[in-house]
């Protein structure tokens, strides 16, 4: 079961990924959820953290 605290923080990513400059590609779920994955091993190879929406989309916190 979610927390409170867990689902307010997810509806603020989803908001996130709605006001996004960018969107993850892929037919399906399964693809974008891949894409989100490169994207969080790029930022972190580059020193940086990802958004926190794409971080949830890769670990499986929101819907690809």
């Not at 989100?36 to 794409?54: C, M, S």
């Amino acid at each position: 079961m979610t927390s409170p605290e867990e689902r307010a923080r997810l509806e603020r990513s989803a908001r996130e990924r709605a006001g996004a400059d960018f969107i993850l590609a892929g037919r399906t779920s399964r693809a974008r959820q891949s894409a989100a994955n490169i994207l969080v091993k790029v930022a972190r190879l580059q020193g940086e953290e990802p958004e926190q929406w794409v971080l949830d989309v890769a670990e499986g916190r929101l819907p690809a």
